[in-house]
């Protein structure tokens, strides 16, 4: 059995649609959404709000923290880890000098998108690494908007994106600064990067 989510901003081809797929197959309308995917979903004539109350709940019962202290850093400042040779084999990529992209979302004062992974490439310095974790952003929050615009939710002004390396931000913003590091032959794959970084950024905003 799969699950079927639709929306539109046009009533009469909501249900115009809606009739073709149900005489199409053999499917039941459940109405609006309240669960999906782990994600509660409340719709009010206030608006529509996602949480993951009943999810987080189940995590911390699973590992047994349901009742711990909260604290504003989970993990100890400063803490480095390393390989344990002697362990068991968790994960073999520990070691393979591949940055990690993060990044989170906001829409208003919630995050509505996040993501945590490896890089697919070794990258040449943190500069190199930031562009292609800003580029990841900027790709998703292009689609996040496009998504919200059908939705009849545009938003007004730019995206902003906030980068905590100095460097990727001159790279990006200056471009004598951009013309130098093309110019140098030291890294190509930089210039890459950061051309992508810098059109998926303007597409962005």
């Not at 699973?62 to 344990?84: A, I």
Request: aromatic share 10%.
């Amino acid at each position: 059995m799969d699950d079927l989510i639709y929306t539109e901003s046009n009533t009469t081809m909501f249900e115009s649609f809606k009739k073709s797929m149900m005489a199409e197959f053999e499917m039941s309308d459940l109405g609006m959404m309240h669960y999906f995917l782990r994600i509660e979903v409340l719709q009010s004539s206030t608006g529509i709000f996602i949480f993951q109350k009943k999810y987080v709940g189940e995590i911390l019962d699973k590992f047994q923290m349901k009742d711990c202290n909260l604290v504003n850093t989970p993990s100890e400042f400063g803490l480095k880890l390393n390989k344990d040779e002697g362990g068991n084999k968790v994960n073999r990529d520990f070691d393979d000098r591949k940055s990690t992209s993060e990044y989170v979302l906001m829409l208003e004062t919630g995050a509505i998108s996040w993501s945590s992974k490896k890089q697919p490439i070794v990258t040449l310095s943190t500069t190199e690494a930031e562009f292609v974790a800003a580029t990841a952003y900027a790709c998703q929050a292009i689609w996040l908007k496009k998504i919200l615009e059908k939705l009849l939710f545009k938003e007004d002004g730019p995206t902003l994106i906030y980068c905590d390396n100095s460097s990727a931000i001159k790279l990006s913003k200056n471009h004598q600064v951009y013309m130098y590091f093309h110019g140098s032959g030291k890294a190509a794959k930089l210039k890459r990067e950061a051309e992508a970084a810098r059109g998926a950024m303007r597409a962005a905003i």
